[in-house]
């Protein structure tokens, strides 16, 4: 409020008083008059006094899937009451997306409203000593592969103006606090407009751990709390950079390192999450419900400071996901998460990879408690922050997101849709090879590059509002809004300049099977058996390819009652089954004795190891196959001593057979104990060596 606003009022009302001490029997009228006068002039003042800037907190979690809080009703497991609060007062969107099924690709299309086609970040491999500022093209692909894939950029190039450069500019104190995975130094926080980056850390997740000790070069725990959890300390350094900046407008990047890998939590929480675990449930994993509810907790701690300091009414708050949930980790012997209703998960195209949860709060803007429906996209909050402050940008920026204000005044937004470019395959529960998809409305259409006939795109069509999780491909049934979809995903790359897949010289269709797409790692081969010409699998090759032949089939002897696969070999050595692997998945496989009846299960293994990569177990029934939908991973340890896993799982049909794939890469795994126990712990066959 300006002086000569504040003074006019104050004035009358003095003369008033001091007319009054003269002459208090004449002037009462006089001084009702001045005082009902001076009031308007009070309300007119608060209207028309310049106010200072909203702030903006924008927190960005990790890896939380769309299931993963209470803002959509699809768990009572895990509990996200200051989500849940946030949401109270803001609007909550149903079909929020993430630019990417990966982190970094989301993370830079955040800070610059530019979808990862035009920006080139496309894999999350920031963290690693390649620079890489320009898109490339791999030089061949492996003949089971129909395209050759993008080299994808390593590093959020400077020359993209970033959210924070903008409001830096525009009289903002900045603050990035947790995770970039955007690139070290000279490409870190501090190179795209941030004042402050704690703990100025490039990794892809936290350094160790989430629970003090860490691993941070040069940032560490509280010395008076040992058990310290990142989130609790992020949030306390949060909490001072509001407190530093409360008399200016401030930007506070709060980049949660929750709920990413590697999994641990307090142990507090996780005994209590696992009193609350029903086995029945896909969600109950007592470990990721303790980091959720760790990752709650901060939002809560930032949410109480901001109303402490009466700042709450004047920050814009922004809570979204760089991708969905990860599903395919295995965590306390099960998958961390689910993303249901939805299909996938963390690295892949479909909805469970890419639909987030999504919460802005605008005091007196938005609509307090409200749901939108309106698809929105990690591209959107740049162009979306800018105009909600009445910020004009340089007219040379480009944004590929559009402004969600018009959402908050009971308007639609003018776009055709939304589109996600992943020219990449990670070998993942239901993964498709290397494509790009757009949302318009209720449907989905996915390209896959090349996929189908030579020279051919081959395309996965759905519609989301009878089939959100996506079960049924229409795209036979419905040619024409296929031809309307991919004619808007041309028009996308091509404004987007994007470098997209070529079609593989060297692809030879006889090591491709479409039928192992969406089955991560299995390995097989196809062989021909003596004369008869029958068809059978057995062995091991890399996921989609299928060299065929008139090979004789290796048959291999059983060892210590198992049977080795893929590139290993098997020998007892004293008490131990030895795995000796020269890389390249490999496996034992053993029948039961007996076919066990539809359930749950837990195999207890007990081994050590000195190769890489994690484990995956495998179940079948009488006729089938080993295959991803009848398998789950599991995190193994290789540091060459003894170590015990707990793998649960469950069948709806019997079992006669299990495999076991105890790591990815070369080395030697000595196998001690290995059980296949009922739920209730009573052993159903057992193997000591």
């Known amino acids: 409020m300006s002086d000569w606003k504040r003074r006019i009022p104050l004035n009358l009302l003095g003369c008033a008083v001091f007319l009054w001490t003269l002459f208090p029997w004449t002037l009462f009228p006089w001084t009702l008059f001045l005082w009902t006068a001076a009031a308007p002039c009070r309300a007119e003042e608060d209207v028309s006094s310049p106010t200072r800037p909203p702030n903006v907190l924008f927190i960005l979690a990790d890896d939380l899937g769309w299931s993963d809080t209470t803002l959509y009703g699809t768990t009572t497991f895990y509990r996200t009451p200051n989500i849940q609060r946030l949401a109270d007062h803001g609007m909550t969107f149903t079909r929020a997306y993430s630019s990417s099924p990966l982190c970094s690709p989301t993370r830079a299309s955040i800070l610059t ?31 089971n592969q129909k395209s050759i894939q993008p080299d994808s950029i390593t590093r959020l190039s400077p020359s993209h103006e970033t959210l924070a450069e903008v409001l830096q500019a525009n009289g903002y104190a900045t603050g990035h606090f947790g995770k970039w995975h955007l690139g070290p130094e000279p490409y ?81 929480l996780i005994e209590q999450a ?16 303790a980091m959720i509810e760790s990752m709650d907790d901060a939002v809560g701690t930032l949410l109480d400071e901001l109303q402490r300091l009466a700042l709450i009414d004047n920050t814009i708050i922004v809570f979204a996901s760089d991708n969905g949930g990860n599903t395919y980790n295995l965590v306390d012997g099960q998958r961390p998460t689910s993303n249901r209703p ?25 609509e307090e408690g409200s749901k939108n429906e309106t698809l929105i996209q990690s591209i959107d909050y740049f162009p979306t922050l800018v105009d909600m402050l009445g910020i004009n940008v340089d007219a ?34 239901d993964w498709i090879p290397p494509s790009v998809s757009v949302h318009d409305d209720h449907w989905k259409l996915t390209r896959i ?41 041309e028009e996308h790359l091509r404004i987007t300049n994007a470098i997209t897949p070529l079609p593989n010289p060297r692809f030879d269709p006889k090591q491709y099977d479409r039928e192992l797409e969406g089955i991560p790692a299995q390995k097989f081969r196809t062989e021909k058996i003596a004369d008869t ?20 089939r290796r048959v291999r002897k059983p060892v210590g009652g198992w049977t080795a696969g893929g590139t290993c070999e098997l020998t007892i050595v004293g008490n131990a089954l030895r795995v000796s692997s020269s890389g390249k998945d490999p496996y034992l496989s053993t029948e039961l004795t007996k076919p066990i009846k539809p359930g749950t299960y837990t195999l207890k ?34 540091d060459d001593q003894i170590q015990r896993y707990l793998i649960e799982f469950s069948s709806d049909q019997s079992i006669e057979s299990i495999r076991i794939d105890p790591s990815r890469g070369r080395g030697v795994v000595d196998v001690t104990d290995v059980s296949l126990q009922r739920a209730d712990g009573t052993a159903i066959q057992s193997w000591t060596f």
Not at 223 to 251: G, L
Not at 606 to 616: P, V, Y
Request: one cysteine or more; glycine letters at 10%.
């Open 396 to 429: 040379k920026q480009v944004f590929d997101g559009v402004s969600l204000v018009p959402l908050f005044r009971g308007q639609e937004l003018e776009r055709d849709g939304i589109f996600t470019y992943f020219p990449h395959s990670p070998p993942v529960p």
């Open 113 to 143: 409203g530019l979808s990862p086609a035009r920006h080139g970040i496309t894999t999350p491999g920031c963290h690693t000593p390649l620079v890489r500022l320009k898109v490339g093209m791999k030089p061949r692909a492996a003949p």
């Open 449 to 489: 590059f090349f996929g189908g006939a030579v020279g051919e795109h081959r395309y996965l069509l759905y519609n989301l509002r009878d089939d959100v999780g996506e079960q049924s491909n229409l795209a036979a049934a419905h040619p024409e809004v296929v031809k309307r979809l991919d004619a808007m995903i």
């Open 274 to 289: 696992a009193q609350r675990v029903d086995a029945k449930d896909e969600q109950r994993c007592p470990t990721y419900a």
């Open 342 to 366: 939805l299909r996938g998960g963390k690295a892949t195209m479909h909805e469970g990879g890419i639909r987030t949860p999504a919460i802005i709060c605008w005091p007196g803007q938005v």
């Open 188 to 268: 870190s926080p501090l190179q795209h407009g941030f004042d402050v980056d704690i703990p100025h850390w490039p990794g892809p997740g936290p350094a160790g751990s989430y629970v003090a000790p860490w691993k941070f070069p040069d940032f560490d725990h509280d010395p008076d709390t040992p058990d310290q959890h990142i989130e609790d300390r992020m949030a306390t350094e949060a909490v001072s950079f509001i407190r530093e900046h409360q008399d200016e407008p401030f930007f506070l990047n709060y980049w949660m390192f929750s709920v990413h890998a590697p999994f641990d939590a307090k142990q507090s």
């Open 533 to 552: 010409g029958q068809q059978v699998r057995a062995g091991a090759e890399t996921r989609g390819n299928t060299p065929q032949g008139n090979r004789k």
């Open 605 to 638: 293994i007990q081994m050590k190891s000195t190769a890489s990569g994690n484990g995956q177990f495998f179940w079948r029934s009488p006729n089938q196959r080993f295959a991803a939908e009848r398998s789950t991973t599991f995190k193994v340890t290789h």
